[in-house]
């Protein structure tokens, strides 16, 4: 689907969430959303807080779970995706606390692979994503999931691309501050999602929109292999549509 605009891109998927929130509530159902971070999301996060405060649109019934954390980082940090989530959308609305669920950056290493099997399975034990929200980076990466990423991947602890690095150290005050890891839902977990959104504004990304939508659909791209996912779109601006 191609919007003139970003704005416009995500209002229309705000207005797509807030009916599956809403057609959840009125069989008296949980609504399990996946949710990004980075700048693609901010727009639709403030469209949905705007649901909230003036069409009444209520979160009570809804459990997400976000798709990566830097590691090691202490939630409270500037560029902490928890305290991003907080400020743009979950400080905002009416999700009750301990139904959103962050990958936590602060535990030490040799329990990072029995929580992110956790993760995966608590996911699994509440019904699995109805919806999965996904940006996309410059070299294709959904999540964290870099280049190389199996298509059967779990979440895991997952180390970052240079080109990641470089691409979110604005966040950061310098290139080495910016952390080598992260902890990502794997490519296998967001696949498992009902339905999937892919987000892509600007003309920055209308390459990698290209490569991923009418290239092979390999583990080079990321992205790329959301073409073997039965219920996928990708949402973008117009100019991130310039080399389909
Ligand atoms: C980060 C996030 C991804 C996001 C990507 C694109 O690396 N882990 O989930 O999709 O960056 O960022 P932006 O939306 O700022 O272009």
């Given at each position: 689907?191609?919007?003139?605009t970003?704005?416009e891109?995500?209002?229309?998927?705000a207005?797509?969430i807030?009916a599956?929130?809403?057609?959840?509530?009125?069989?008296?159902?949980?609504c399990i959303?996946?949710l990004?971070?980075?700048?693609?999301?901010?727009?639709?996060?403030?469209?949905?807080?705007?649901?909230h405060?003036?069409?009444?649109?209520?979160?009570?019934?809804?459990?997400?779970?976000?798709?990566?954390e830097?590691?090691?980082?202490e939630?409270d940090?500037?560029?902490?995706?928890?305290?991003?989530?907080?400020?743009?959308?979950?400080?905002?609305?009416?999700?009750?606390?301990?139904?959103?669920?962050?990958?936590?950056?602060?535990?030490?290493?040799?329990?990072?692979?029995?929580?992110c099997?956790?993760?995966?399975?608590?996911?699994?034990s509440?019904?699995g994503i109805?919806?999965?929200?996904?940006?996309i980076?410059?070299?294709g990466h959904?999540?964290f999931?870099?280049?190389?990423?199996?298509?059967?991947?779990?979440?895991?602890?997952?180390?970052?691309?240079?080109?990641?690095?470089?691409?979110?150290?604005?966040d950061?005050?310098?290139?080495?501050?910016v952390?080598?890891?992260?902890?990502?839902?794997?490519?296998?977990?967001i696949?498992?999602?009902k339905k999937?959104?892919l987000?892509a504004?600007?003309?920055?990304?209308?390459?990698?929109v290209?490569?991923?939508v009418e290239?092979?659909?390999?583990e080079?791209?990321?992205?790329?292999?959301?073409?073997?996912?039965?219920?996928?779109?990708?949402?973008?601006?117009?100019?991130?549509?310039?080399?389909l």
């Amino acid at each position: 689907e191609i919007y003139p605009t970003a704005k416009e891109g995500s209002k229309a998927v705000a207005a797509e969430i807030a009916a599956l929130i809403r057609e959840k509530q009125a069989a008296n159902q949980r609504c399990i959303l996946g949710l990004a971070t980075g700048s693609t999301p901010k727009y639709l996060y403030a469209e949905l807080v705007r649901l909230h405060k003036e069409e009444g649109l209520s979160f009570k019934n809804v459990i997400t779970f976000n798709l990566d954390e830097y590691y090691p980082l202490e939630p409270d940090a500037l560029q902490s995706y928890h305290r991003f989530m907080k400020e743009q959308l979950f400080n905002h609305i009416d999700i009750p606390e301990g139904q959103y669920f962050i990958p936590d950056g602060t535990l030490p290493k040799d329990k990072m692979k029995a929580y992110c099997e956790q993760y995966d399975q608590h996911i699994e034990s509440v019904g699995g994503i109805d919806l999965q929200v996904l940006g996309i980076g410059n070299n294709g990466h959904i999540g964290f999931n870099e280049p190389g990423s199996s298509i059967n991947s779990h979440t895991r602890l997952v180390t970052l691309d240079n080109s990641t690095r470089l691409a979110n150290g604005y966040d950061f005050s310098n290139m080495s501050q910016v952390p080598r890891l992260a902890i990502s839902m794997g490519i296998g977990t967001i696949l498992k999602a009902k339905k999937i959104v892919l987000l892509a504004w600007g003309s920055h990304k209308a390459k990698i929109v290209a490569r991923s939508v009418e290239g092979s659909s390999s583990e080079h791209v990321p992205a790329s292999l959301l073409q073997q996912h039965p219920n996928t779109k990708f949402v973008i601006e117009e100019s991130a549509a310039l080399e389909l």
